[in-house]
């Protein structure tokens, strides 16, 4: 499986502020997703992040607040923008590896006040 | 889009019991079905997954059972141990190539008293 590492591993930001959270993976990957897991709540899918192709978003999900980038087939970076409490939430990079499967990074733990 | 309902929300068993987590699924195009583990705290991990040209997927104390003519897979864990205690995630896949993606379960929250 991969090796997935997230930077920050938490942050604590003003409200109106942005953060851009780091995604590096020791593989080179095809298919990157960013999560959103809210306390005690399930994974939802943010996007896709396709190297040398825009981001995919899921319904509920824009580009101008969830900016992604994908420079090469090992990063991605997501960018929470203009931040309210209530995005204060895990987010969460994935890959996928062979046949389907999916492993997940660390997370990153955002409060927003 | 793919729909996935999980049972139950919350789980207490006591130690040595078994334990079953039951999903379904509204997509009959849907064919990898992944379990994951979530200790408080910590990342997703992967316990065992299934596809769709299989029945049954067993390994150690953990299985897990799929029926497509029903849409429904389980999971099925024997001889708890506390260490298993954690949220457990189902998931259906319904896509593959470029629009692959993973669709999540609520979760189920076992804890397993010694």
């Known amino acids: 499986s991969a090796v997935i590492s997230q930077k920050p591993s938490r942050d604590i930001c003003q409200r109106g502020t942005s953060l851009t959270i780091q995604c590096q993976v020791d593989s080179q990957v095809t298919m990157m997703f960013w999560y959103r897991q809210q306390p005690g709540q399930s994974l939802t899918l943010i996007a896709t992040?396709?190297?040398?192709?825009?981001?995919?978003?899921e319904s509920g999900f824009v580009i101008d607040k969830f900016p992604i980038s994908r420079p090469n087939l090992t990063f991605s970076t997501l960018t929470v923008s203009n931040m309210s409490p209530e995005d204060s939430s895990i987010y969460l990079c994935?890959?996928?590896?062979?046949?389907?499967?999916?492993?997940f990074g660390p997370g990153t733990r955002l409060l927003v006040l | 889009g793919e729909n996935v309902e999980q049972h139950p929300s919350t789980l207490s068993v006591q130690e040595g019991d078994s334990a079953v987590i039951k999903c379904t699924y509204s997509?009959?195009?849907?064919?990898?079905f992944p379990w994951y583990k979530q200790e408080l705290g910590k990342r997703p991990q992967l316990i065992i997954d299934?596809?769709?040209?299989?029945g049954e997927k067993k390994d150690q104390r953990i299985a897990v059972t799929l029926n497509k003519t029903a849409k429904h897979f389980s999971l099925h864990i024997t001889e708890t141990q506390p260490e298993d205690s954690a949220v457990y995630f189902c998931?259906?896949?319904?896509?593959?190539?470029?629009?692959?993606?993973?669709?999540f379960g609520k979760g189920t929250l076992l804890t397993v008293n010694p």
């Open positions: 998931a259906a896949s319904s896509r593959g190539g470029s629009n692959y993606k993973l669709t």
């Open positions: 992040a396709n190297q040398g192709s825009e981001a995919t978003y």
């Open positions: 997509d009959s195009a849907s064919n990898y």
């Open positions: 299934i596809r769709s040209n299989v």
């Open positions: 994935s890959v996928k590896g062979g046949q389907e499967t999916q492993y």
